[in-house]
Structure formats: C-alpha cells, structure tokens
C-alpha cells in the first residue's frame, strides 16, 4: 500500500497559549488544517483544486487527543497521513511530535466530505477525486476488507 503522509514544522507562538503557559485547544484544530494544507500542496489536493471542480471538502468531524501539554517556545511537526476510502470523503490522521525528542504530543483524525457549490452533499465520489486516488496508486496492495467505506 502507498502511505501518503505530509509533515510541517511549527512554533509555538506567545498567542497560542493560555495563562498555564498551555497551548489552547482551539488552536490544535488550526494545526490539522495547517498539515491539510501543506498535504494538499505536496500531493496535489488542495482546496482550490476542489473549487475547480465544483465542489468544496468542509470539515464534517474532527477529532484531537491530547497526550501531553504544547507550551509556548517549543518547535513540533505535525504528521498528516491519507487514510483510503471508497466513499466521497476524505480521511485524515494526524500524529503532533515534540521534535526535541519525538515525544508524541497529540493525535487526531479528520473526515471531510464533498459538497456542491449549491452547499448540497455530494453522496458520489467525484470523478476528479477518483483519478487523485488512482494517480496516488492509495488502494494498491490493500486487502479490500482494510478500505474504509
């Protein structure tokens, strides 16, 4: 199976952090989106290119787990890896390393599905989205019971 997996490498800023000296939850949520982002310029699925084809990719479920405290000053990466699946959303997940010593720090998972520019829930996979995945070579090697539906 081909993993696809982006990284990206932050700081902390002064703004992200609460009076604990803790970076705030919300701020976890702009991090996942960071690591789309740079996915998305790595691998050629960014959102424009969803705009170009019709549709948009909003976030429908997100998910953080916070295994130990980002404090302000530290420099971690971000892991975003592509989970396959046949169904018309895209799967992420999502691994926040300290990169001082590789602690893990946070872990995530994000679902996004496609809507129409009528804001209409797309309930097939798009065509252009299909030929990203055979590009990718993302269901190659996989035993079909392992593809998420």
Same mark, same amino acid.
């Given at each position: 199976m081909t993993q696809l997996k982006a990284s990206k490498d932050f700081e902390i800023r002064f703004s992200e952090v609460d009076s604990m000296n803790?970076?705030?939850h919300g701020s976890y949520a702009l991090y996942l989106e960071d690591a789309r982002e740079a996915f998305g310029a790595?691998?050629?699925l960014d959102y424009l290119n969803y705009?170009?084809?019709?549709?948009y990719a909003p976030v429908? *479920?997100?998910?953080?787990?916070y295994r130990k405290p980002l404090r302000y000053g530290m420099h971690p990466r971000i892991d975003?890896?592509?989970r396959p699946t046949v169904a018309a959303k895209v799967i992420f997940d999502y691994e926040i390393h300290d990169t001082a010593d590789e602690t893990l720090m946070a872990s995530g998972h994000s679902v996004q599905?496609?809507?129409?520019k009528d804001y209409q829930l797309i309930l097939y996979l798009p065509d252009?989205?299909? *030929?990203?995945?055979e590009k990718w070579h993302v269901f190659e090697g996989m035993d079909d019971k392992l593809i998420i539906r």
């Open positions: 803790v970076v705030w790595k691998y050629g705009f170009r084809h019709d549709c429908a *479920e997100e998910y953080i787990r975003i890896f592509y599905a496609f809507m129409d252009f989205y299909k *030929e990203w995945q």
